[in-house]
């Protein structure tokens, strides 16, 4: 089945860590993005990229890190620099004009 | 610049009722609508698209009317189910290549 993979579903670190969220699709999309989502809050774009090999910043990119060596993956780094890290992060991919979505992973910094 | 603006929830019905969440738009050009639905825990699921004036989309017993002249996209639902509880966003995208702007998203609870 062709899809948007995200691993693991629940994430816990300590605080000063790096910590690295995976996205994978098997969709042939070129564009994927991540978001960033707080309790009862929508989603804010965190990067995106719409090729191989470039990524663009979104509107919280501060404390984030991206790389797109691959069609298919587009890793997330959570830095220490981040200042508010916990959060759930989801993982999206499009083609045309429409966007899908992984099951996002819920990330716990403690 | 682009943007969506959709009612603040929660919005609470009892089971059967008749449901509406409103969604406007502000953009440049012609946008693609869409509606996607979030169950608790989960990612946003694509519920349903309009990419012209005057197009409906429909899925699940859900519809949403592009409508160019009063730029909304109202979500709508004869019946709910308590299985519908969950969050809607309304969102835009204007070309191919642009970020989709989603609206804050609507949580909808029905009662049994």
């Known amino acids: 089945d062709g899809g948007i993979t995200q691993s693991p579903k629940y994430l816990f670190r300590k605080e000063g860590q790096n910590v690295t969220l995976s996205c994978e699709q098997n969709?042939?999309?070129?564009?994927m993005y991540w978001y960033r989502q707080d309790p009862g809050q929508g989603l804010r774009l965190i990067y995106y990229?719409?090729?191989?090999?470039?990524?663009q910043k979104g509107d919280i990119a501060e404390g984030y890190s991206v790389s797109r060596e691959k069609k298919e993956s587009f890793p997330l780094t959570v830095t220490s620099a981040q200042k508010n890290p916990t959060a759930f992060y989801l993982c999206?991919?499009?083609?045309?004009?429409?966007?899908?979505f992984g099951p996002g992973t819920r990330l716990t910094v403690t | 610049g682009n943007s969506v603006t959709q009612m603040e929830g929660p919005v609470t019905l009892s089971e059967e009722a008749f449901l509406t969440i409103n969604c406007t738009y502000t953009?440049?050009?012609?946008?693609?609508l869409f509606w996607y639905v979030q169950y608790p825990g989960e990612g946003l699921q694509l519920l349903l698209k309009a990419t012209k004036a005057d197009d409906k989309g429909s899925n699940k017993g859900f519809e949403a009317t592009y409508r160019k002249e009063t730029t909304s996209f109202h979500l709508e639902k004869g019946s709910v189910q308590v299985s519908d509880s969950a969050v809607y966003f309304c969102a835009l995208k204007v070309n191919r290549d642009d970020k989709i702007i989603f609206g804050k998203g609507t949580r909808l609870h029905i009662l049994p």
């Open positions: 953009a440049t050009g012609y946008p693609s």
């Open positions: 969709l042939n999309h070129d564009a």
């Open positions: 999206a991919s499009s083609i045309g004009v429409e966007q899908y």
């Open positions: 990229s719409q090729i191989v090999n470039d990524f």
